[in-house]
């Protein structure tokens, strides 16, 4: 790269948040700061007062994927047009002292608006990521619909999270779009086949005789938690089981939570949940405890912590939603439900524990090979590279 670009990363979502969305804004950031771009990111948060503004000079500080990135967070109001509002004004203060070629949407609304919005305003490139939710959830509402179609028309370079979202990219736009798939990346070298930790085991409280289903990432209705609450009754019907929630369950779904655990209380006594965990490190040891790994998604866009999880070795049953079926082939390094038939997860499960543990393994790790094949660092810097020289010309 011949230039040193300033770029500007807004993200709704940004660590110590948890769920895919934070840790692939950060992973992006840090990325485009190892190809020597000046990265800054701005995100969005509720641990400052509304409107104000903190700096941290590395973002590495916060989450080791963000290294060599500048951190601002900015207190949201209450009221998301006045945040917009608000976010434009500090994007302005910003610019005039870091002056940016760049800014980057991760996830097309509000970030990507807000990002197009302002790059027009002060004549610099824009590009945005699509992630998936945003472009499944905002296709619907009208005024959502209008500001969706508009980020995806004006931006210079639309970037997506899998080759599903670019063609849906390209239905919503009425043509053929040229969208670049920045394959999610994974540290396998820190997300690695290995043994299971007996001492974390027990301090989970998991029984020697329970199978364990796991889950990773912020569990809500979108992720499948109606189907994985069932899988795990109908599992328990024929052999001690628990299911590993490594995160946590959004506020506003813990209710179903609640209402199985009144319906199902001794199902509802082996939903195991971790909280949230603060490295990279601890995620992979947990993840190894899962002897069968569930992504049951509604939507979806590549989520990180089923790749995640294949990199560790883990058989894994998901969904076909959105990117799933371009990392996972079924009955070769993974299986496969359709949406439409989530209901039959628990016997799904119940299949794949009763392969041979010879099976199992030769299944982990053909999941691990198609990680090392097409969701690594230098996979993801190639298009971040190509992403950079199409937005900034100067810089190829």
């Excluded at 947990?286 to 866009?301: A, F, K, M, N, T």
Aim: one cysteine or more.
């Amino acid at each position: 790269m011949a230039a040193s670009p300033r770029v500007l990363l807004l993200a709704e979502r940004f660590p110590p948040d948890i769920g895919g969305l934070a840790r692939s804004g950060a992973r992006t950031a840090g990325a485009l700061s190892r190809l020597g771009a000046r990265v800054d990111v701005l995100a969005w948060t509720r641990t400052l007062p509304p409107g104000a503004l903190s700096t941290v000079e590395d973002a590495g500080e916060v989450t080791p994927f963000a290294r060599g990135a500048t951190l601002h967070r900015l207190g949201l109001f209450g009221n998301l047009d006045l945040s917009m509002q608000h976010t434009l004004d500090v994007l302005g203060h910003l610019h005039t002292k870091r002056r940016y070629d760049l800014v980057w949407g991760h996830y097309l609304s509000p970030p990507g608006f807000l990002a197009v919005v302002f790059a027009a305003s002060v004549g610099i490139a824009s590009t945005v990521s699509a992630r998936g939710n945003d472009v499944d959830q905002l296709m619907f509402p009208p005024g959502d619909f209008a500001r969706l179609l508009w980020t995806l028309q004006r931006a210079d370079v639309l970037t997506a999270a899998s080759g599903d979202l670019g063609r849906k990219m390209g239905m919503l736009l009425g043509r053929e779009a040229r969208v670049e798939v920045i394959p999610n990346a994974v540290d396998t070298d820190v997300f690695t086949p290995g043994p299971v930790d007996p001492a974390l085991r027990e301090r989970l409280g998991i029984a020697p005789d329970e199978v364990v289903l796991g889950f990773s990432g912020e569990l809500r209705h979108k992720k499948g938690l109606p189907f994985l609450l069932s899988a795990l009754t109908e599992v328990r019907r024929l052999r001690p089981a628990c299911l590993l929630v490594i995160g946590e369950v959004r506020a506003r779904d813990a209710e179903h939570l609640v209402a199985y655990r009144a319906e199902h209380p001794e199902d509802g006594a082996r939903i195991l949940v971790s909280g949230a965990l603060e490295t990279p490190e601890a995620i992979a040891a947990h993840l190894r405890l899962c002897d069968v790994y569930l992504q049951p998604s509604l939507w979806e866009g590549m989520p990180n912590a089923l790749l995640e999880a294949m990199a560790c070795g883990r058989p894994v049953i998901a969904s076909d939603a959105g990117g799933i079926p371009e990392a996972v082939e079924h009955q070769r390094n993974g299986f496969i439900i359709q949406k439409a038939l989530l209901n039959h997860l628990g016997q799904a499960c119940l299949d794949v524990l009763s392969l041979s543990p010879e099976h199992l393994a030769a299944i982990g790790a053909a999941a691990r090979r198609r990680i090392l094949e097409g969701f690594t660092a230098d996979a993801e810097a190639q298009v971040l590279r190509r992403v950079l020289a199409r937005a900034i010309p100067t810089v190829a």
